[in-house]
């Protein structure tokens, strides 16, 4: 239990449908961020918060659109997904340079 | 460029062995960090330690210590004493001074542990 929750923790959707992922830390940190975990692939990083502020988007398609109305949240919008978009959404918070600590992801199956 | 490197796809290692997990890097930056994480099948990704450019001696957590060889730009994880619940995917990462928003991770290694 390293203090990040992620909700939902399973989501099957629709490309038409939209969806949002949850994130949530009340340890004090300061930074924010999502990435997504593909098969066979390495973690890619898509967004950073830092201070509530969007310091990083790492040439995520505008179908993904991170959201941080405060230090301890952070939500991922999904619209009119793709089946490739199909993976393991990771939140991690980081109180500054040092490390990074992960919740457990969002399952995402898009049919 | 930044490149950090797991070329494991898989190990398998006996109950109560010691096990090395392979890391090289790439980067020609003097100041960075590098950390091993766990991913049971459940997905969390967990922390396992943490070595500084800068730092003299290697780390250790436990039955956790990483082999830091600079000059060769190799951080191998070493896991003493392997048990059941360690079999997991275990990722090296790299994460820069300058930019710290910026961490990259290998591809990872499956460890099995055998009983």
């Known amino acids: 239990e390293t203090g990040v929750t992620q909700t939902p923790r399973h989501l099957v959707m629709g490309m038409t449908n939209k969806k949002s992922l949850k994130c949530e830390q009340h340890l004090g940190h300061n930074a924010m961020y999502w990435y997504k975990q593909s098969a066979k692939k390495p973690l890619e990083l898509m967004f950073v918060y ?62 | 460029a930044q490149k950090i490197t797991q070329t494991q796809p898989g190990m398998f290692v006996q109950e109560k062995e010691a096990v090395t997990l392979d890391c090289t ?3 020609s930056d003097p100041s960075y960090g ?26 250790t957590e436990g039955r956790y210590s990483l082999n830091f060889q600079k000059a060769r730009k190799s951080a191998n994880l070493v896991i003493s ?13 790299m994460r820069w ?19």
Request: aromatic content about 14%; charged content about 15%; glycine content about 6%.
């Open chain 2, 81 to 93: 004493a392997s048990q059941l619940g360690d079999s997991a995917m275990y990722f090296c990462a």
């Open chain 1, 50 to 111: 830092n201070f509530k502020e969007q310091t990083e988007n790492n040439s995520v398609p505008s179908r993904f659109s991170p959201e941080c109305p405060n230090s301890s949240h952070l939500f991922l919008h999904l619209h009119t997904l793709q089946p490739e978009d199909s993976a393991l959404y990771l939140c991690a918070s980081s109180p500054g340079i040092h490390t990074q600590y992960f919740g457990p992801g969002t399952r995402l199956t898009v049919l």
């Open chain 2, 25 to 27: 890097y790439d980067t």
């Open chain 2, 97 to 115: 001074t300058y930019n710290n928003n910026d961490m990259r991770f290998g591809a990872g290694t499956r460890l099995t542990v055998k009983p």
């Open chain 2, 34 to 59: 590098l950390f091993w994480y766990k991913q049971p099948s459940s997905g969390e990704m967990i922390f396992l330690i943490y070595q500084g450019s800068y730092d003299q001696q290697n780390a």
